[in-house]
Each structure stands twice: as structure tokens, then as C-alpha cells.
């Protein structure tokens, strides 16, 4: 740089935790680390030593923390505070986090924001069940680095054999999560002994103060060397303000991207050509790395929306509908088998449910549990995850940040988890076929985007099942009517007129296990082609059971299906069945609410447009 | 900086806080149909409106709203005015007309008067009992055609500002009666943040939340940001720090006259930002009190 009297806003900021049992002194030290480095308002400590005083209590560091009227009461955190303060070093965001077995969210929230963390220990108390299972999510959560400080050694008078014996216990319980501690320090948290100063209480310590060992945290390194992968946020166009450009944005998690790269969507599978990045009051870049909220303009016009997952062709992300993960649980109400569940894992979000509870750990011995069938609140498990939907996802060792997904119980984030394995569901080998299918399709000048934007409504599938006689034919060919009259582009497929067309000589063995198995696939492929032209196909067939609907589904990928059952108790329809019906008696009224739904989804516009 | 660099260097720490609060107001565009911004005018709801454009490419995809008490500082007015016309901003303001009819100012007691000009209002305004106004293509200020509930409020708070802001989550509910509930809040994780709510309830959104004061200086002057001039001296060696209503908001001794200026003083200061700010100083929990009821 030039010698122009110019700041540069380069300090380096990390974000460190400090996590441990209930009343070992976690706002204590915090409290003391604000005020040995200097970081505290002017006037602040005196304040907070004048309400001690009106109260007539004594005054504690962890006052200067505890700032909520409840937690000054009762002397315990019950939010993890952000506080900052900085040394020579950097920067430093230091999170205080609850020891309170009760507000394990709240320390969760905490930690999962930091780089590095404090784990401290009371020298007098020892090592308790919320010093394990802090450790244990801190691993869950992604905090590699870690130290651990011993406090109120003043209790132990300095004793350095307690010291000694409590780093013996918790580095045997930390390795087998497999967490290396870099360092144990001594300290008094009151009296300021090994925070920011080395003091003459412990003459048998040679290692770093606190202060000096957070100062040691090293900065992980850039993510951009990794797979690229960027959660697709959502899609811009800003036309109403005279803005044509159509921008796909969102964070680049790992990796980088260039101007020209050819990039794939995952799960739909779509591939296109990066052809600009945007942004605004920024020099035109050409390049954008790990880290960057972006938004880029793509050459081909495709079909992207909020959840796909962007990523280089030759390094492709897992899809599935069945993960193998570890998680923890928060919520009041148990995770249980049968319940579903909202999973959010990136922009994603899709409908759960539980398929196998493989085993439960008590966070605070490692004991586990094969014999549990649900998740209690603070369990940790390893379970098996079913998703509505198809999901692009990694396994956490390989991509961090989309290996890990949060479950939602009604409106609330009840647990996390981390991605350990892909389970192959009934349709893995299909799904790749039907990727490299997509991968190497012949496309002409025309994409189905383009056909989409001039007819004005989506190409995708209705699917009609039930048992024969429900009317399910009927309803079908009511629908393809008032699609049409509406003037939307929409094509009955008869799966016996895919039999009788493409599958002629195998008619007579069509019940024949290996030909019906074919049969859906040719029936797929038929669909998929009218779908690519832009039609609404709408299927009726009785050839194809229950089972196949997650075949077609994968078959016509990217577009999607709705999927309309119809049965005299609604028990009986299929679990991923998107509407209901009982037995059919007013066509019309029922055709109305497959067009409701079709609007809902998205397929075709609403009747009563809004003016944008 | 440097153009057409291939490679940047590492980002730095504007870099990341700009990047996530980029997220977060993404986040909250795709969650809330019924989404406004809170822009008191100040230096940090000024840069997170900034910071929206920044998301959307220029634009902003959502109402700015403005609490006007009437005892703002008339240059507040005139620059929130400009601002909205060159930047083509939907600005929409509230205020308790009935309080101020009755007489209410600052002597009835500082913290009387902040509930009902500020916290009234806003409560009152965000859930569209009391008529909002907008500002109309010609500038002018008319009825709001529009009177739904806002359910995602964007709002600047800091965490550095004071204590019960220290507490808060990047997207945080509000109840029925706009209640905060401090000692249940939602955990929040991995960039994954509370986007499913309970009828009736709303949620705050807070992209500013890791910034500090001084990281605020250094981004407006980062970035151009044209900020009220309030905040800089004139000639007679003060200026403002904190923007609320001019009575009850005094100025710092300062020279400095640019945000680069500000910056380096701040990193010798050692009193707290609203320490010029009436109201805080009137009992040891005001901001929680206040906050608590739904003061920003």
C-alpha cells in the first residue's frame, strides 16, 4: 500500500466462547478479561459496584455481565451476552454462555457462533456432568480449538496435585471425543490469578495465562481450496424498478467461482454457465471466493430456485432421501418415530420423519443406549432421517457447512445434527442415471424455461392414485379440460396408452414383475419428454402402484409432481401424498381444489393476478 | 481497494460482518411477506440500509419506516426526506398523534414520554392500528393504503450498545403483546434462525448485531456512506454521537469532521456511546424496561 494517510480496516476478528458447569465461574472471568484488558466503559464498574452497594451485596465480576435484572437476582447467566474486547492481537467477540443444565439452548446458540473456545473448570468441585457435555457439543458443533481453564484454585490453596488431577480425568474424557485440548491453565477468576496476569499464586505453572492461550487461537484458514458450494437464497428480479437483470444469489460456502464456470443445481440437476456477478458499488469482479454474499447472472435460462445447492459439475454434492446423523435435541417435547418434522439444512427446508433411532448417548457419562426409541430433551443421538423430497447435502467431514441441518418442532428449532452418512434410498441408482441423463441431454435453442415463460405456467406432473372405481379417471380428464379452457398447455397420459404405444409386444407379460418394472420407467421417460416440452401431463394409470410414485418423481426430475389420492378414509393414502380425496361426488368442486392446489404450488398462475 | 484483484486478500472484518448481515437480510426478504426496516435516521440503521442495497443490487424490496416523535432534530427530517427521494426508498413514518395532542414532551418524565412517543408509536404503527403515512412518487407524505400487521421488523440494534442488547438473537420473536420473552429465547444455530411463527406474533431482525461502533465508522467511510452531518463537528468543537430526540440528547466534545476522523477518536474514547442519551441514566434497567416492552 501507499504511504496515503489512509486507515485500513484489517484487524482480524475472532469469535470465542466460554462454556462449563453452572457456578465455575464462566461471567466471572469474562467480567475480569473485560476489565484486565481495559475494555469496559468508562464508568461502568462503578455503576454496577453502586447497585451492589444500594442492594447490599457483595460485588462480583460477573455482575458486569450479567446485565438482565433477572440474572443479576438470581446470580446465575441466563443468555449467552456478546461482549467485546480486543489485545494487541485482534479483535475479539467473546460469547458468555450458560452453565444452567436449563439453558443448554442458549449455550448452544452461543458456541455454535464461535471458533474457539474456554472450557473452565471448578478446581474445587472438579469435573462435572456439564463440563462433559459442553465438551461434547462443542465437537458437535465444529469448535476444534480448545482450552480449558481451571478455576478457583484460590479454593484449592494453588494446589498443584488437584490441578494436575483434573487435567489427568478431562483429557482422558476429551479424547474419546476426540478432542485435544491445547492447554490447562490455572486460574483464580476473582482475584485476576493467570487471566491477563501471571501472578506469584502458582509458582509451579510455567504455561500461558488465558489471555496469552486465546491470543494462541489460530484463525481457520479460508475455505475458497474446497468444493464449491452455494446455497441457492433466492432469485432477484427487480423489473418493477426497471431492473431486467435476473440474479441468482446467496453465500459462496466453500470454494470459488469464476466468471465462464459451468456450474450444476442440485437436487433439479439444471446446469448453466456463470455469466456475470453482481453487486452494487463494488468494482466489476470476475472471481468470488468462500465466505461472500453474492449474486450472479447465469448464460442459459434455467429453472433455479431457493434451496438448490450450487456446485461445480465434476465435484457433485449427495442426494438422497435417507441420512445417517448425530444430533442433539433440544426441544421440550421428545423426538419421536412417526412425527414429522421440518429439517432445514442451507436454504433448505424439508418435511422429516425419524426412521430408525439407532442409538442415544448420555452426553455426560458417553454411556449409549441401543434400547431407546426416542429423543429425550439434552440426548444426544445417532439417528436415521427420512425426507420428503430428495436433498443435496455433504457429510460433514467432507463439506462442514452442508453436512448440518437444524430440526424444526412446530415454530421452533427443537435439535441439530451433523450429516455422518448417506443411507441409499430405494430410487439412489436411479437418481444418478436420471443426473447423467440430465447431464448429457441434447438441448436445442429452446429450454424449457423459455417455453415456460411464454405459456406462462410451469411443466410438471399430477399423479391420480386409488383404487379402481374411485372415479379417479373421471376427476383426471376434468381437470385436463378446465386446464385447457384456461388455456394452459396440459396432456392426459394414459398409462395404458403408453402400453399399447411404445411397450406393444410386452402387453400380454405386463404383469411379469421385471416387465413392470420397465414399464414404469418407459411410462417415466414418456412423461418426462412431455413435460420438457412444457405440458402439465396428468397420469391416471393403475399400473403404477404406490410404491413407484418416488420413481416417477425421480424419473422427471428437476420438474416436479403433485400427487392426488383418492380413498374413502384418509388413513389409507400414502404418506406423501399432497391431497386427499374422499370418494368423488361433485366433479367440479373437486377439480376446483386440484386447481387450488396447483396454484399453491405454483404450476399455474392465480386467477386474480396481483399488479407486479 | 484495489481493482480487478484476482484474489483478495483474506477478508477482513468488515468483509465478514457485511457478508452475514447480507445473509440475514436475505433471510429475512424470502421469510416475512409483511416486512418493513426501522430507520431512525441514525448512523447504523442508516448503514444497514445501506447494507440492503448492498443484498438487493440497488434496491430496497421493502418499506423503511420512521417513528417520528416530533422533537427529532429538524436536519433529521430533511436529510430522511432527500435520502428517501434519491434513493427511491418507500418511507413510510408513524407517530402518537393523540399523546402529542395531549401535550406529551420530555418534562412529564423521560421515560413516560419515550413509551408513548416511541414505544407506543411503534408498537401501534407495526401492527397497523394507527394510520401510517407514505411518502407518494411527488414526495408528499399521504395515508398509507396499506395497513397490514408488519410480521419481520428489521431493526439496528447493536450488541455492543447495552447489556440487554448483548442478549439478543439475530431473529428474535415478539409476542402477541410485543413482549420479549429474555429468558426463553429460541436457540439459533448454524445460520439457521426462528422463521416460523405463531399467528399474531412478529419477529426482529437484527444484522447489525456483531458490529461495533467503531466497525460502523469504519464502514461508512469504507464505503461513502452519506451520513447526517449531525454526527460531525461544524467549527465549534462538538458534535453529536447518538441521534435521538434534541431534548434529551446532547452532544461530545469533538473535532472530528469525517467518519476516517471519528474512527480514530473512538479508539482512545472510553465512555459509552449513549452516554449522551436522557433517558438511559433515569434507572440502572431502563434499556432493558424499555426493551422489553418493545423500544428498539
Not at chain 1, 456439564?130 to 478457583?152: C, E, T, Y
Not at chain 1, 378446465?482 to 411404445?502: A, C, E, H, M, P
Given at each position: 500500500?501507499?504511504?496515503?494517510?489512509?486507515?485500513?480496516?484489517?484487524?482480524?476478528?475472532?469469535?470465542?466462547?466460554?462454556?462449563?458447569?453452572?457456578?465455575?465461574?464462566?461471567?466471572?472471568?469474562?467480567?475480569?478479561?473485560?476489565?484486565?484488558?481495559?475494555?469496559?466503559?468508562?464508568?461502568?464498574?462503578?455503576?454496577?459496584?453502586?447497585?451492589?452497594?444500594?442492594?447490599?451485596?457483595?460485588?462480583?465480576?460477573?455482575?458486569?455481565?450479567?446485565?438482565?435484572?433477572?440474572?443479576?437476582?438470581?446470580?446465575?447467566?441466563?443468555?449467552?451476552?456478546?461482549?467485546?474486547?480486543?489485545?494487541?492481537?485482534?479483535?475479539?467477540?467473546?460469547?458468555?454462555?450458560?452453565?444452567?443444565?436449563?439453558?443448554?439452548?442458549?449455550?448452544?446458540?452461543?458456541?455454535?457462533?464461535?471458533?474457539?473456545?474456554?472450557?473452565?473448570?471448578?478446581?474445587?468441585?472438579?469435573?462435572?456432568?456439564?463440563?462433559?457435555?459442553?465438551?461434547?457439543?462443542?465437537?458437535?458443533?465444529?469448535?476444534?480449538?480448545?482450552?480449558?481453564?481451571?478455576?478457583?484454585?484460590?479454593?484449592?490453596?494453588?494446589?498443584?496435585?488437584?490441578?494436575?488431577?483434573?487435567?489427568?480425568?478431562?483429557?482422558?474424557?476429551?479424547?474419546?471425543?476426540?478432542?485435544?485440548?491445547?492447554?490447562?491453565?490455572?486460574?483464580?477468576?476473582?482475584?485476576?490469578?493467570?487471566?491477563?496476569?501471571?501472578?506469584?499464586?502458582?509458582?509451579?505453572?510455567?504455561?500461558?495465562?488465558?489471555?496469552?492461550?486465546?491470543?494462541?487461537?489460530?484463525?481457520?484458514?479460508?475455505?475458497?481450496?474446497?468444493?464449491?458450494?452455494?446455497?441457492?437464497?433466492?432469485?432477484?428480479?427487480?423489473?418493477?424498478?426497471?431492473?431486467?437483470?435476473?440474479?441468482?444469489?446467496?453465500?459462496?460456502?466453500?470454494?470459488?467461482?469464476?466468471?465462464?464456470?459451468?456450474?450444476?443445481?442440485?437436487?433439479?440437476?439444471?446446469?448453466?454457465?456463470?455469466?456475470?456477478?453482481?453487486?452494487?458499488?463494488?468494482?466489476?469482479?470476475?472471481?468470488?471466493?468462500?465466505?461472500?454474499?453474492?449474486?450472479?447472472?447465469?448464460?442459459?435460462?434455467?429453472?433455479?430456485?431457493?434451496?438448490?445447492?450450487?456446485?461445480?459439475?465434476?465435484?457433485?454434492?449427495?442426494?438422497?432421501?435417507?441420512?445417517?446423523?448425530?444430533?442433539?435435541?433440544?426441544?421440550?417435547?421428545?423426538?419421536?418415530?412417526?412425527?414429522?418434522?421440518?429439517?432445514?439444512?442451507?436454504?433448505?427446508?424439508?418435511?422429516?420423519?425419524?426412521?430408525?433411532?439407532?442409538?442415544?448417548?448420555?452426553?455426560?457419562?458417553?454411556?449409549?443406549?441401543?434400547?431407546?426409541?426416542?429423543?429425550?430433551?439434552?440426548?444426544?443421538?445417532?439417528?436415521?432421517?427420512?425426507?420428503?423430497?430428495?436433498?443435496?447435502?455433504?457429510?460433514?467431514?467432507?463439506?462442514?457447512?452442508?453436512?448440518?441441518?437444524?430440526?424444526?418442532?412446530?415454530?421452533?428449532?427443537?435439535?441439530?445434527?451433523?450429516?455422518?452418512?448417506?443411507?441409499?434410498?430405494?430410487?439412489?441408482?436411479?437418481?444418478?442415471?436420471?443426473?447423467?441423463?440430465?447431464?448429457?441431454?441434447?438441448?436445442?435453442?429452446?429450454?424449457?424455461?423459455?417455453?415456460?415463460?411464454?405459456?406462462?405456467?410451469?411443466?410438471?406432473?399430477?399423479?391420480?392414485?386409488?383404487?379402481?372405481?374411485?372415479?379417479?379417471?373421471?376427476?383426471?380428464?376434468?381437470?385436463?379440460?378446465?386446464?385447457?379452457?384456461?388455456?394452459?398447455?396440459?396432456?392426459?397420459?394414459?398409462?395404458?396408452?403408453?402400453?399399447?404405444?411404445?411397450?406393444?409386444?410386452?402387453?400380454?407379460?405386463?404383469?411379469?414383475?421385471?416387465?413392470?418394472?420397465?414399464?414404469?420407467?418407459?411410462?417415466?421417460?414418456?412423461?418426462?419428454?412431455?413435460?420438457?416440452?412444457?405440458?402439465?401431463?396428468?397420469?391416471?394409470?393403475?399400473?403404477?402402484?404406490?410404491?413407484?410414485?418416488?420413481?416417477?418423481?425421480?424419473?422427471?426430475?428437476?420438474?416436479?409432481?403433485?400427487?392426488?389420492?383418492?380413498?374413502?378414509?384418509?388413513?389409507?393414502?400414502?404418506?406423501?401424498?399432497?391431497?386427499?380425496?374422499?370418494?368423488?361426488?361433485?366433479?367440479?368442486?373437486?377439480?376446483?381444489?386440484?386447481?387450488?392446489?396447483?396454484?399453491?404450488?405454483?404450476?399455474?398462475?392465480?386467477?386474480?393476478?396481483?399488479?407486479? | 481497494?484495489?481493482?480487478?484483484?484476482?484474489?483478495?486478500?483474506?477478508?477482513?472484518?468488515?468483509?465478514?460482518?457485511?457478508?452475514?448481515?447480507i445473509y440475514i437480510l436475505r433471510e429475512a426478504y424470502h421469510h416475512f411477506k409483511n416486512l418493513c426496516m426501522l430507520w431512525s435516521i441514525g448512523k447504523d440503521s442508516t448503514v444497514m440500509l445501506w447494507l440492503a442495497r448492498k443484498a438487493f443490487f440497488g434496491h430496497v424490496p421493502f418499506p423503511l419506516v420512521h417513528i417520528d416523535t416530533s422533537f427529532k432534530i429538524p436536519a433529521m427530517i430533511e436529510y430522511r426526506d432527500q435520502l428517501a427521494r434519491d434513493w427511491n426508498l418507500n418511507m413510510v413514518v408513524g407517530q402518537?398523534?393523540?399523546?402529542?395532542?395531549?401535550?406529551?414532551?420530555?418534562?412529564?418524565?423521560?421515560?413516560?414520554?419515550?413509551?408513548?412517543?416511541?414505544t407506543e408509536a411503534l408498537k401501534h404503527t407495526l401492527s397497523g392500528e394507527w394510520a401510517r403515512k407514505r411518502m407518494n412518487d411527488q414526495g408528499v407524505y399521504v395515508p398509507d393504503w396499506n395497513q397490514e400487521p408488519y410480521t419481520g421488523v428489521i431493526v439496528g440494534a447493536r450488541a455492543d450498545e447495552e447489556g440487554s442488547r448483548s442478549k439478543e438473537r439475530y431473529f428474535s420473536p415478539?409476542?402477541?403483546?410485543?413482549?420479549?420473552?429474555?429468558?426463553?429465547?429460541?436457540?439459533?444455530?448454524?445460520?439457521?434462525?426462528?422463521?416460523?411463527?405463531?399467528?399474531?406474533?412478529?419477529?426482529?431482525?437484527?444484522?447489525?448485531?456483531?458490529?461495533?461502533?467503531?466497525?460502523?465508522?469504519?464502514?461508512?467511510?469504507?464505503?461513502?456512506?452519506?451520513?447526517?452531518?449531525?454526527?460531525?463537528?461544524?467549527?465549534?468543537?462538538?458534535?453529536?454521537?447518538?441521534?435521538?430526540?434534541?431534548?434529551?440528547?446532547?452532544?461530545?466534545?469533538?473535532?472530528?469532521?469525517?467518519?476516517?476522523?471519528?474512527?480514530?477518536?473512538?479508539?482512545?474514547?472510553?465512555?459509552?456511546?449513549?452516554?449522551?442519551?436522557?433517558?438511559?441514566?433515569?434507572?440502572?434497567?431502563?434499556?432493558?424496561?424499555?426493551?422489553?416492552?418493545?423500544?428498539?
Amino acid at each position: 500500500m501507499s504511504a496515503a494517510p489512509v486507515i485500513t480496516y484489517d484487524r482480524e476478528q475472532m469469535n470465542i466462547v466460554i462454556v462449563g458447569h453452572v457456578d465455575h465461574g464462566k461471567s466471572t472471568l469474562v467480567g475480569r478479561l473485560l476489565a484486565d484488558t481495559d475494555s469496559l466503559f468508562e464508568g461502568h464498574e462503578a455503576k454496577i459496584r453502586a447497585i451492589c452497594e444500594r442492594q447490599g451485596k457483595e460485588f462480583e465480576y460477573a455482575f458486569l455481565l450479567d446485565a438482565l435484572s433477572e440474572e443479576q437476582e438470581q446470580g446465575i447467566t441466563i443468555d449467552a451476552a456478546r461482549c467485546f474486547f480486543k489485545t494487541e492481537k485482534r479483535d475479539y467477540i467473546i460469547i458468555d454462555a450458560p452453565g444452567h443444565i436449563e439453558f443448554l439452548k442458549n449455550m448452544v446458540t452461543g458456541a455454535a457462533r464461535a471458533e474457539a473456545a474456554v472450557l473452565l473448570i471448578d478446581a474445587h468441585e472438579g469435573v462435572q456432568e456439564n463440563s462433559r457435555r459442553h465438551g461434547f457439543l462443542l465437537s458437535m458443533l465444529g469448535v476444534d480449538q480448545v482450552i480449558v481453564a481451571v478455576n478457583k484454585m484460590d479454593l484449592v490453596d494453588y494446589d498443584q496435585t488437584t490441578f494436575d488431577r483434573i487435567e489427568t480425568e478431562y483429557r482422558s474424557f476429551l479424547s474419546e471425543i476426540g478432542v485435544t485440548p491445547q492447554c490447562f491453565v490455572p486460574i483464580s477468576a476473582r482475584d485476576g490469578d493467570f487471566v491477563a496476569d501471571p501472578t506469584k499464586t502458582m509458582a509451579w505453572y510455567s504455561g500461558p495465562t488465558v489471555l496469552q492461550a486465546v491470543d494462541a487461537f489460530e484463525k481457520e484458514p479460508p475455505k475458497e481450496n474446497q468444493m464449491l458450494r452455494m446455497p441457492v437464497q433466492d432469485v432477484y428480479r427487480f423489473n418493477a424498478q426497471g431492473d431486467q437483470r435476473r440474479i441468482v444469489a446467496g453465500r459462496v460456502e466453500t470454494g470459488s467461482l469464476r466468471v465462464g464456470d459451468r456450474v450444476v443445481f442440485t437436487p433439479s440437476n439444471k446446469t448453466s454457465t456463470i455469466e456475470s456477478i453482481e453487486s452494487f458499488n463494488t468494482p466489476v469482479a470476475s472471481a468470488a471466493h468462500a465466505g461472500q454474499s453474492v449474486g450472479i447472472t447465469l448464460a442459459e435460462q434455467i429453472y433455479v430456485r431457493r434451496g438448490d445447492l450450487m456446485s461445480h459439475v465434476d465435484a457433485l454434492p449427495q442426494v438422497s432421501t435417507m441420512i445417517r446423523a448425530n444430533i442433539f435435541w433440544l426441544g421440550r417435547e421428545s423426538m419421536t418415530p412417526g412425527k414429522r418434522y421440518k429439517l432445514k439444512l442451507g436454504t433448505t427446508s424439508v418435511n422429516v420423519v425419524i426412521e430408525e433411532v439407532v442409538s442415544v448417548l448420555d452426553a455426560s457419562e458417553l454411556d449409549s443406549d441401543t434400547n431407546k426409541s426416542q429423543v429425550n430433551r439434552h440426548d444426544v443421538a445417532e439417528i436415521i432421517l427420512r425426507t420428503r423430497n430428495p436433498i443435496a447435502f455433504d457429510r460433514t467431514q467432507e463439506v462442514e457447512h452442508t453436512g448440518r441441518f437444524v430440526i424444526v418442532d412446530g415454530y421452533d428449532i427443537a435439535g441439530g445434527g451433523i450429516i455422518r452418512d448417506v443411507v441409499e434410498d430405494a430410487e439412489a441408482a436411479l437418481r444418478s442415471e436420471t443426473r447423467q441423463r440430465e447431464f448429457r441431454w441434447v438441448k436445442g435453442l429452446v429450454t424449457l424455461a423459455d417455453r415456460e415463460a411464454r405459456s406462462g405456467h410451469q411443466a410438471g406432473l399430477v399423479l391420480f392414485s386409488g383404487d379402481a372405481g374411485t372415479g379417479k379417471a373421471l376427476l383426471a380428464k376434468h381437470l385436463e379440460r378446465r386446464l385447457f379452457n384456461q388455456g394452459i398447455g396440459s396432456y392426459l397420459l394414459d398409462g395404458t396408452n403408453v402400453l399399447l404405444g411404445v411397450d406393444h409386444e410386452e402387453l400380454a407379460v405386463a404383469e411379469r414383475e421385471e416387465t413392470r418394472e420397465k414399464l414404469i420407467r418407459h411410462y417415466g421417460e414418456v412423461a418426462h419428454l412431455f413435460i420438457d416440452s412444457g405440458q402439465i401431463v396428468i397420469s391416471t394409470t393403475n399400473t403404477i402402484g404406490l410404491a413407484e410414485h418416488q420413481t416417477i418423481a425421480t424419473l422427471i426430475a428437476p420438474a416436479e409432481m403433485v400427487s392426488v389420492h383418492i380413498c374413502p378414509h384418509h388413513d389409507q393414502a400414502p404418506l406423501n401424498t399432497d391431497l386427499v380425496l374422499a370418494v368423488i361426488e361433485d366433479v367440479e368442486a373437486d377439480v376446483d381444489r386440484i386447481m387450488a392446489l396447483l396454484q399453491e404450488r405454483g404450476f399455474v398462475p392465480a386467477l386474480q393476478s396481483t399488479d407486479d | 481497494m484495489s481493482e480487478n484483484t484476482e484474489r483478495p486478500a483474506s477478508p477482513t472484518q468488515l468483509d465478514e460482518l457485511e457478508s452475514q448481515s447480507i445473509y440475514i437480510l436475505r433471510e429475512a426478504y424470502h421469510h416475512f411477506k409483511n416486512l418493513c426496516m426501522l430507520w431512525s435516521i441514525g448512523k447504523d440503521s442508516t448503514v444497514m440500509l445501506w447494507l440492503a442495497r448492498k443484498a438487493f443490487f440497488g434496491h430496497v424490496p421493502f418499506p423503511l419506516v420512521h417513528i417520528d416523535t416530533s422533537f427529532k432534530i429538524p436536519a433529521m427530517i430533511e436529510y430522511r426526506d432527500q435520502l428517501a427521494r434519491d434513493w427511491n426508498l418507500n418511507m413510510v413514518v408513524g407517530q402518537n398523534t393523540q399523546a402529542l395532542a395531549d401535550g406529551m414532551n420530555h418534562t412529564k418524565g423521560r421515560l413516560t414520554c419515550c413509551a408513548a412517543l416511541k414505544t407506543e408509536a411503534l408498537k401501534h404503527t407495526l401492527s397497523g392500528e394507527w394510520a401510517r403515512k407514505r411518502m407518494n412518487d411527488q414526495g408528499v407524505y399521504v395515508p398509507d393504503w396499506n395497513q397490514e400487521p408488519y410480521t419481520g421488523v428489521i431493526v439496528g440494534a447493536r450488541a455492543d450498545e447495552e447489556g440487554s442488547r448483548s442478549k439478543e438473537r439475530y431473529f428474535s420473536p415478539r409476542d402477541e403483546n410485543n413482549d420479549w420473552d429474555i429468558a426463553d429465547q429460541p436457540p439459533e444455530l448454524w445460520n439457521q434462525f426462528k422463521t416460523d411463527f405463531a399467528p399474531g406474533t412478529h419477529v426482529r431482525v437484527h444484522p447489525l448485531l456483531d458490529w461495533t461502533e467503531v466497525n460502523i465508522w469504519e464502514y461508512i467511510d469504507r464505503e461513502n456512506i452519506p451520513i447526517i452531518d449531525l454526527y460531525f463537528d461544524k467549527g465549534e468543537g462538538t458534535r453529536y454521537r447518538s441521534l435521538g430526540c434534541g431534548p434529551c440528547t446532547g452532544c461530545v466534545q469533538s473535532k472530528a469532521t469525517t467518519p476516517a476522523e471519528i474512527v480514530r477518536e473512538l479508539m482512545t474514547i472510553t465512555t459509552a456511546e449513549r452516554a449522551g442519551r436522557a433517558q438511559d441514566q433515569e434507572d440502572p434497567h431502563a434499556m432493558e424496561k424499555l426493551r422489553r416492552d418493545g423500544y428498539m
